[in-house]
């Protein structure tokens, strides 16, 4: 993150879909943060009662589009899926998946590395903002950066990331790049718990996808999207419906 503007707190953009008394706690955060910017909208009616009697609260984080949180908006209709999004945010308040949740009457919240003197303080700063939604799940879904040691000592072991390779091969930003470079035949996407490494957590769930001749980057990876959006959906469903336990790196879901 950029050590640019802003001071020892930057500034959090917030876009609440919230009943009152939430909306006291939010004004609470902003005054210990510093500045707040809020815009209200209203109050979202929450998941009807259904099969599963008690979904799992979930924070989606993004940073651009939103194919994969607009997947999990869709999937939380179904009130077996065991999952309801209380908020989707962003490290840029611009993100096109940030007007995609509001549309859809969820809570939004951004917090932008750029308007914090370091990357110690915005992570201090998402770890609050999330907080505020008392989240069960931490939804990672095209969010790209790296979480930091406040938010992971508050959320690890219940944060979710996905990432365009079958784990541990060609971890980092550019996994399908990697694959076409190293000449895999096959390649695929990974769900897996968040640690402080860089997609080294462990493994929750995997598809392959078949690598064909005349790939490029681009075709590839909209292939592991399609694979990788309901990948994530039913693994997130499964985790919260039937729980799960880590030994050392294995998950035992259920």
């Given amino acids: 993150p950029s050590d640019g503007g802003g001071g020892a707190y930057g500034l959090l953009t917030l876009s609440l879909s919230l009943a009152p008394r939430v909306l006291l706690a939010w004004v ?10 809020l815009t209200l909208s209203p ?40 999952v309801r999004v209380v908020a989707v945010g962003s490290d840029n308040p611009a993100a096109p998946g940030l007007e995609r949740a509001r549309e859809a009457g969820v809570a939004t919240f951004s917090v932008e590395p750029a308007s ?3 990357r110690a303080s915005w ?19 095209g969010f790209m950066r790296i979480l930091g040691p406040t938010f992971l000592g508050a959320y690890e072991g219940r944060t979710i ?7 541990p091969s060609f971890p980092g930003a550019h996994a399908v790049r990697d694959a076409l470079r190293y000449g895999v035949r096959v390649t695929g996407c990974t769900v897996h718990l968040v640690d402080a490494g860089v997609d080294t957590g462990p493994v929750l769930a995997q598809a392959a996808v078949e690598v064909v001749p005349g790939d490029d980057e681009d075709g590839l990876h909209e292939r592991i999207k399609a694979v990788e959006r309901d990948l994530f959906v039913r693994t997130v469903g499964r985790l919260a419906r039937d729980g799960w336990r880590v030994h050392g790196r294995v998950v035992h879901i259920g």
């Fill in 28 to 37: 609470g955060l902003g005054r210990a943060l510093g500045r707040l910017s």
């Fill in 43 to 82: 109050v979202a009616r929450p998941l009807g009662s259904g099969l599963v009697s008690t979904p799992r609260r979930a924070v989606v984080l993004l940073s651009g589009v939103g194919s994969i949180a607009a997947a999990l908006l869709q999937a939380q209709h179904d009130p077996a899926y065991g």
């Fill in 116 to 118: 914090f003197a370091d």
């Fill in 123 to 141: 992570d201090r700063a998402l770890a609050a903002a999330v907080d505020a939604f008392s989240p069960d799940l931490v939804l990672c879904a």
């Fill in 161 to 167: 990331n996905t990432h365009p390779s079958l784990l």
